[in-house]
């Protein structure tokens, strides 16, 4: 826009000085004509007799004056420099041999009218209307033309300054963690080139950190399974009693956060390969009828069929703790296949639970954050399932959104990025 905003200005002030260059060429032409021209009619209607005179006034008009053999119009005195100067030129080009009296009778258009006698008694009024000389019609069409070959080049200019921006845009979006990103070109403007360099070497960064932290965890995940192993054995030989419980709680808990805590260090760097053609219908189906198997109250509601390309491992574990932790605060669920406005997959997980205090929406999606009812060890949550879900989403490309439900209960949705191979068909069922 500035660019364009500039280009336009220019073109304008060009125009500008261009018609104002015009304006001087046309009052000097007309200046001048008055000069030469006047003083040989006024010479030529004294030579000529009275029947001859009305012939030959039509002749003698010029664009910006004319004579007529009448006394000039009732009018005012001249108020303008131009009507001044012009009533002077006439003056010194007629050698002040006459006693004119000049009036404007209109000021817009400006138009004044001078008035003399000839010898003969005669009067002749000289009509001046200054104007400017008349603008061809294709002219506006040309300069229109101009205006959007201007802007058009304009849009081709930024188009081609910004489009290595959008590359870096989108790259920075599909940024991988685990470094398994293709490299993004590093070439286009200099500054664009450089940008794209930076950003590859922040992502091969961003991955040697990630891999660290993941093995970090990985070792100190292994090296705390043995005493927490011991410790299980030693809590297990002791008597039979209410302390034991209560520290094998411990350990189990322990022992929990150890994975949880794995799992979460592995999420943010899940490396994915080549994406697989799933029928969600029947994933669907595969993932409930596991949890009915073991006795667990999950139900299935499908309003549309789709099919997706996507990674059937992610995506089950994402779907798996997000029923999970429906399950501990509900203890029934239900899942539900649909697609929404915008074309997008969704994925619903249902639950007639507590809910979640809508400020807390988006706090509970972070690592360790729980809400203080389920801080108890009977829901066994560590505050990562969702975290982990959310991780997981983003880097199948999709969303994981929460919101609660009306009469009660929270809906957590995974919306899943559409691809042009993505196919849907409308029906309605539930199981």
Request: hydrophobic share 45%; glycine share 6%.
């Amino acid at each position: 826009m500035i660019l364009g905003a500039g280009l336009l200005l220019a073109h304008a002030l060009s125009f500008a000085l261009l018609f104002e260059e015009r304006a001087d060429a046309t009052r000097s032409m007309m200046l001048r004509n008055l000069y030469e021209d006047i003083p040989v009619s006024v010479a030529l209607l004294e030579k000529l007799p009275d029947d001859q005179r009305d012939a030959w006034i039509p002749r003698l008009e010029r664009r910006t004056y004319r004579y007529l053999l009448r006394p000039a119009l009732p009018g005012e005195p001249l108020s303008t420099a131009r009507s001044h100067e012009v009533t002077g030129l006439i003056d010194d080009a007629l050698g002040h041999q006459y006693a004119l009296r000049p009036r404007a009778v209109s000021a817009t258009p400006e138009r004044y009218e001078v008035e003399l006698t000839l010898r003969d008694g005669q009067l002749l009024t000289i009509e001046v209307t200054p104007s400017l000389m008349p603008v061809a019609r294709w002219l506006p069409w040309v300069l229109a033309a101009q205006v959007i070959l201007l802007l058009l080049c304009v849009a081709v200019a930024v188009r081609l300054a910004t489009r290595p921006l959008a590359h870096l845009a989108r790259a920075a979006e599909r940024m991988d963690p685990a470094g398994g990103g293709a490299q993004l070109p590093q070439d286009g403007p200099w500054e664009v080139a450089q940008a794209a360099s930076a950003l590859n070497a922040l992502q091969a960064r961003v991955a040697t950190h990630v891999s660290e932290r993941t093995q970090i965890l990985a070792a100190i995940s292994h090296d705390l399974q043995t005493p927490i192993t011991r410790l299980r054995l030693r809590v297990e030989a002791m008597d039979a009693s209410a302390e034991q419980e209560k520290l094998l709680g411990d350990i189990d808990h322990i022992s929990l956060l150890v994975r949880e805590g794995l799992n979460y260090a592995r999420s943010a760097s899940v490396t994915l390969g080549p994406a697989v053609r799933l029928d969600m219908t029947a994933f669907l189906e595969s993932v409930v009828a596991d949890y009915q198997d073991a006795g667990r109250a999950v139900a299935l509601s499908i309003g549309d069929s789709a099919s997706h390309d996507t990674h059937p491992q992610v995506l089950r574990r994402i779907l798996q703790n997000l029923v999970d932790n429906a399950l501990n605060h509900a203890g029934d669920v239900e899942a539900r296949l649909r697609m929404d406005e915008a074309g997008r997959i969704c994925i619903d997980v249902l639950d007639r639970g507590p809910g979640i205090p809508p400020e807390q929406l988006e706090h509970v999606l972070k690592p360790f954050q729980r809400l203080e009812p389920s801080r108890c060890r009977g829901t066994g949550g560590t505050g990562l399932g969702l975290a982990i879900a959310q991780q997981l989403t983003q880097a199948l490309g999709g969303a994981l959104r929460l919101s609660n439900r009306e009469g009660g209960g929270l809906q957590a949705t995974i919306e899943l990025r559409s691809t042009p191979s993505s196919t849907v068909h409308h029906q309605g069922a539930s199981r």
